[in-house]
């Protein structure tokens, strides 16, 4: 039987694009659960798929990739905490923040949010978060909230000492934190998700819609954008950026956050931006120290790259120069932001921030290929930059090579156990 019942019942369920994952995957999936349900072929395993609802969630289970941690791309949860102050409603007290994680995958994303508004002296009762994703086991983990050390990474991890307890079975977080998040086994294309429910002020949907089609991720931003507040905050993937602007949803200039407001002019938002903050202390994150130095991961420290001259001048009109071309990007203008990157790199030299931004350019523009390449330069400039991996991984992933994708999946892991305190 060909594969193609099986990826429209896939794309029915829960929106997946094949494409995105590569049919390797699938046949790979299908085998392992054929010879784990014990029936002779593919033909008898799609009889048994239709008549077992629990089945079909343990075939979208072994489609599934969860690959999350702890404040990943943390300038979204900086920028959350600075934006969600001008909100007159909050200072008052008068109504709680609302908030959706859609995937929350095992829950690092909205325990993430809990603690940024937390440190940023929001008190519980001010704010409540709503949590969903279509796997079972991985709600499971995130209601269980005891995490190993791939859950941390990068060299900001003194949010750990302060909400998580170490045990024989990993790092238990506390319960002022759990106790703040709402998990929800569902999917975006539930008839009856949040059905009757107020909007949210505030959305995380970060790399969802690169696994669905086009008018597929046209319908899951029309079904975010309805559930969202006026005014509310939008916070997508680096990839999915291009995608609200064809949706009334206007960039926040923030580089490398990848938020978006609705309804608002963006002579607005940047008044909004340079006005002093009015409630809350706006979060930081506090390096802690570590014992081996841990290479550059994103814009911010663009001057580790091995290429990049050095000199505090030189190093700082380079990151200007990577901040402006990244705020072209997230306005949905690629080509200018492409150009641009690529006079930056001749201008200023071959440096990982740079190649990995002309990745991430790519990859919204869906030129695969040359996201690729940029990946990879990043990574020959500083072989562990853990966006470059990531986002390399993926789209190893999508092509078929699950192979390479894990042996960078691995060595991410590698990278972050080794460099633990």
């Not at 841990?294 to 990151?319: C, D, F, I, M, Y």
Request: glycine share 6%; aromatic share 8%.
């Amino acid at each position: 039987m060909p594969l193609a019942k099986f990826e429209i019942m896939l794309k029915r369920t829960m929106g997946l694009d094949i494409q995105s994952i590569g049919r390797p995957m699938l046949e790979r999936a299908l085998q392992e659960r054929q010879n784990h349900c014990g029936v002779d072929d593919l033909d008898a395993y799609w009889l048994l798929l239709q008549m077992s609802e629990p089945e079909q969630l343990q075939l979208i289970e072994s489609v599934i990739v969860p690959e999350t941690w702890f404040f990943r791309n943390r300038e979204a949860f900086q920028e959350m905490v600075q934006l969600q102050q001008r909100w007159p409603r909050l200072i008052s007290g008068s109504q709680p923040l609302r908030i959706l994680s859609l995937p929350c995958s095992t829950g690092e994303e909205p325990y993430s949010i809990a603690m940024a508004l937390l440190d940023a002296g929001m008190p519980p009762q001010h704010f409540q978060i709503d949590a969903i994703d279509i796997s079972p086991q991985s709600l499971n983990v995130a209601r269980q909230a005891v995490y190993g050390k791939n859950s941390f990474r990068g060299d900001f991890l003194s949010f750990r000492d302060r909400y998580f307890a170490l045990n024989e079975q990993g790092y238990a977080l506390s319960e002022t934190v759990r106790q703040q998040v709402r998990f929800t086994h569902s999917n975006l294309f539930a008839y009856d998700l949040l059905t009757g429910q107020a909007p949210y002020d505030i959305i995380f949907c970060r790399n969802l819609l690169i696994y669905f089609d086009r008018p597929t991720q046209h319908t899951a931003v029309t079904l975010l954008t309805q559930r969202l507040a006026p005014e509310g905050l939008m916070f997508v993937g680096p990839a999915e950026s291009a995608l609200m602007m064809q949706h009334e949803l206007t960039p926040i200039k923030a580089p490398m956050a990848f938020a978006f407001r609705k309804g608002v002019p963006k002579k607005d938002i940047v008044k909004a931006a340079a006005s002093p903050a009015a409630a809350y202390t706006p979060l930081t994150l506090t390096p802690t120290p570590r014992r081996r130095s841990v290479p550059n991961q994103g814009l911010s420290r663009a001057a580790q790259s091995k290429a990049t001259p050095a000199g505090g001048a030189t190093e700082s009109v380079s990151q200007g120069n990577l901040a402006k071309i990244q705020l072209l990007a997230d306005q949905g203008k690629l080509e200018h932001a492409a150009v641009l990157c690529e006079q930056h790199i001749k201008q200023h030299g071959a440096s990982a921030a740079a190649y990995y931004l002309m990745g991430v350019i790519h990859d919204a523009a869906d030129r695969k290929q040359a996201a690729a390449d940029c990946y990879r330069k990043a990574l020959y400039l500083e072989p562990m930059h853990a966006n470059a991996m990531t986002h390399l991984a993926a789209l190893l992933q999508t092509q078929g090579d699950l192979a390479g994708a894990r042996l960078l999946q691995q060595r991410a892991r590698r990278s972050t156990e080794n460099n633990q305190p």
